[in-house]
């Protein structure tokens, strides 16, 4: 059965410094998104992304994080200064369409800025 | 935005209990699905199910929409059931996104 993949499956980094998260949708979906989840919390929304461009993000997604699809496949989610709270599992997610369809999710990436 | 509400926060059963996890959600959905999230963190996509009843294996999910709650039953609990189980719901169609709830902390004992 086809799945979403991410990697790393963990990152850790320096407050201030760059990360970019990865993921691999899906093939032939079409909306892609991400979400976080601060240990010992519930998963938040984030992004989503469709026909190349941010459709919706939530307060979370400031200036510091950014995405992209750079081909064919890969969906990134960049975060340019990381904070000591960025700190948290991410996820990411496809559909193959909107609203009628299952959100499968990736294994996730924990990130852990010290 | 809308709300999700999940009971009970912690369940402890002894292997092989049956159990119920309520989902209450506070506004029309066109996107409802359970999730259990295991001990390395993952989320296992268990049902997709806006309305209706169904069933895998020990597991099974009835969803009424109209009265906005859904139920999710696991029957002869297993050690390997332990997680969190997350409920989350998504309003509109279109580009809507998943609102998940606090979900339900479970611990199945041998």
């Known amino acids: 059965e086809p799945e979403v993949t991410q990697t790393p499956s963990h990152q850790v980094t320096q407050m201030g410094q760059e990360v970019i998260l990865r993921c691999v949708p899906i093939?032939?979906?079409?909306?892609f998104y991400w979400y976080r989840q601060i240990l010992g919390q519930k998963v938040e929304f984030l992004v989503s992304f469709y026909n190349n461009e941010i459709s919706e993000k939530s307060e979370i997604f400031d200036d510091q994080f950014s995405v992209e699809r750079p081909d064919g496949s890969n969906f990134t989610l960049k975060i340019r200064s990381t904070k000591l709270e960025d700190s948290a599992m991410y996820f990411c997610?496809?559909?193959?369409?909107?609203?009628?369809?299952?959100?499968?999710f990736g294994p996730g990436t924990r990130l852990t800025v010290l | 935005g809308i709300q999700v509400e999940q009971s009970p926060p912690d369940l402890i059963l002894q292997e092989g209990a049956n159990s119920t996890l309520r989902c209450n959600f506070s506004d029309s959905v066109n996107n409802l699905q359970w999730f259990h999230q295991n001990p390395w963190g993952q989320l296992i996509n268990l049902f997709y199910?806006?309305?209706g009843t169904k069933q895998n294996g020990r597991l099974s999910a009835t969803t009424v929409a109209t009265e906005r709650y859904s139920l999710l039953y696991i029957s002869s609990s297993q050690t390997t059931d332990s997680g969190v189980y997350f409920c989350a719901v998504e309003r509109d169609s279109g580009y809507s996104t998943l609102t998940f709830g606090k979900g339900t902390m479970l611990l199945v004992s041998p």
């Open positions: 997610a496809s559909r193959d369409r909107s609203s009628t369809d299952t959100q499968y």
């Open positions: 199910i806006p309305s």
């Open positions: 093939s032939n979906h079409l909306y």
